[in-house]
């Protein structure tokens, strides 16, 4: 089992509708959570972390985390095209940030 | 603030030669990790330092990689001899808390 499990997609959402992330972890012990987001041919960018139970909202974005089943997901509201890109999950475990395979999102105009 | 550094941008070299990768992280960041990115694999975890110090190498995949931390504000990741399948996105990144890793741009590497 992978340490941490994503959808790899592709996801495709209508420009204005929700989209809906998911994420799944093995490690129990884990306290820290991350969503990244990727844009072709470049590097990984911080969009948002979580670290209790429950949800956290950041504008459009919002994140939220289930420890006793081990999930967390991200939701996006009123996609826009620029949120097309590619999703990454993380885990901070033993000090180290264990990525997800990451999941394509492309939003349709 | 310049964030982190990475050199080259891309790097393309015939099997069998030698590879250096170069980072230079956030000044005050005490945590560096390199990670190479492939479409199979994703984002793996090679080695990170804390404070200089290798602290985990699990994700190295053969005596073939080598990474150093000579000093706070420079590393290396080195492959010799280099192989066709070592061809991938490496990245680095630095921390300085227990949140938020900032990753460099990258170097696309590309063994022909």
């Known amino acids: 089992q992978k340490e941490v499990e994503q959808n790899s997609g592709p996801l495709s959402v209508p420009e204005g509708a929700i989209a809906s992330l998911n994420c799944t972890y093995s490690d129990r012990g884990s306290q820290s959570f991350f969503w990244y987001r990727q844009y072709s041919g470049k590097s990984p960018e911080l969009i948002m972390s979580?670290?209790?139970?429950g949800d956290k909202e950041d504008g459009r974005f919002t994140a939220q985390l289930n420890k006793a089943s081990q999930y967390v997901s991200l939701l996006i509201r009123d996609s826009q095209p620029s949120d097309s890109a590619t999703y990454l999950c993380?885990?901070?475990?033993?000090?180290?940030?264990?990525f997800g395979q990451g999941t394509r999102l492309t939003i349709n105009p | 603030d310049a964030g982190v550094i990475q050199s080259p941008r891309h790097e393309v070299t015939e099997m069998g030669q030698e590879v250096t990768l170069r980072c230079k992280p956030i000044?005050?960041?005490?945590?560096l990790f390199w990670y190479r990115q492939t479409m199979m694999r994703g984002l793996e975890l090679l080695i990170y330092f804390n404070n200089n110090v290798p602290i985990d190498d699990s994700g190295m995949p053969e005596d073939r990689f080598s990474a150093k931390m000579p000093n706070a504000s420079f590393s290396t990741l080195k492959i010799q001899p280099s192989e066709p399948r070592d061809s991938a996105v490496y990245f680095c990144?630095?921390?300085?808390?227990?949140?938020?890793?900032?990753f460099g741009s990258g170097t696309r590497l590309t063994v022909v």
């Open positions: 993380a885990v901070l475990g033993a000090q180290k940030l264990v």
């Open positions: 990144a630095s921390r300085s808390s227990f949140y938020g890793y900032t």
């Open positions: 979580i670290y209790s139970n």
């Open positions: 000044s005050g960041h005490n945590s």
